[in-house]
């Protein structure tokens, strides 16, 4: 048995993150939301078929496959800039099992980065975390994953409850294919409550307060045997305020 998500309307998202620090809405809401057809989603979708394999997972595993650019968005005008293709760092404060380590993936594919949705994606969620902190520019990294059972059991966050070193971050679960698992689980960062639910609809979006919650997705498993084609595929988007994470602070 799966926990259906605790989802919240729209108008409420802001509210949720400035609370609880957390909220889920549908694809629908997230559609309201952004400004973009459940039609110009699904059309992206086809390209987590062609994510090259994560050659930096330090357990071992080959069950994920990525890819990673970086932006500056106007959280006000609502302009978004790519920026130089960059390695993607966390300190070992916030990844135990990969921080300090500059992992250079292969960059979203031009036709995926310059599609209308995933630019609308950036400038409304954007727009969200500005309704909350004030409009400003938002350092923007976006990854495309893709977790397999090639292995048998595939890992969405190997590196267990963590926080990213952002201000908000943004999972939207793009589909999910012949898996079970892959429950999400969210926490206070300095209290005793929590709660988990599993995102089975294409395009529900989670979104978090970094600084206030810890959040981790439970391994998946093949629904048949080992040796199939199961997946999940999502993408996470992560806003900080200033600057991106690098090595120099």
Avoid at 4 to 26: F, I, K
């Amino acid at each position: 048995m799966t926990l259906a998500p605790p989802l919240s309307t729209p108008d409420r998202l802001t509210r949720a993150l400035r609370e609880p620090g957390h909220a889920v809405c549908s694809a629908a809401g997230l559609c309201e939301r952004v400004g973009v057809t459940p039609a110009a989603l699904m059309a992206l979708n086809p390209s987590w078929n062609d994510l090259p394999a994560d050659a930096y997972l330090r357990d071992g595993g080959r069950y994920r496959r990525r890819r990673h650019s970086c932006y500056v968005v106007d959280g006000g005008a609502g302009a978004v800039q790519p920026v130089p293709h960059r390695a993607h760092w966390q300190p070992v404060e916030y990844n135990a099992l990969h921080g300090g380590l500059e992992r250079w993936f292969e960059p979203v594919a031009p036709k995926v980065a310059s599609a209308p949705a995933w630019l609308q994606l950036l400038r409304g969620l954007s727009a969200v975390c500005s309704e909350v902190r004030g409009a400003q520019p938002w350092f923007v990294e976006a990854h495309q994953f893709r977790i397999d059972t090639t292995d048998g059991i595939g890992r969405p966050t190997p590196e267990g409850a963590h926080r990213d070193g952002v201000d908000f971050v943004a999972v939207l679960l793009v589909s999910r294919v012949g898996v079970k698992g892959g429950e999400t689980r969210v926490f206070e960062a300095d209290g005793p409550h929590g709660l988990r639910f599993t995102m089975t609809e294409p395009w529900t979006l989670l979104m978090l307060d970094d600084a206030r919650v810890v959040h981790e997705s439970t391994p998946i498993q093949p629904l048949v045997p080992a040796g199939d084609s199961g997946h999940r595929d999502t993408l996470v988007l992560t806003f900080r305020a200033g600057a991106f994470q690098g090595p120099g602070g």
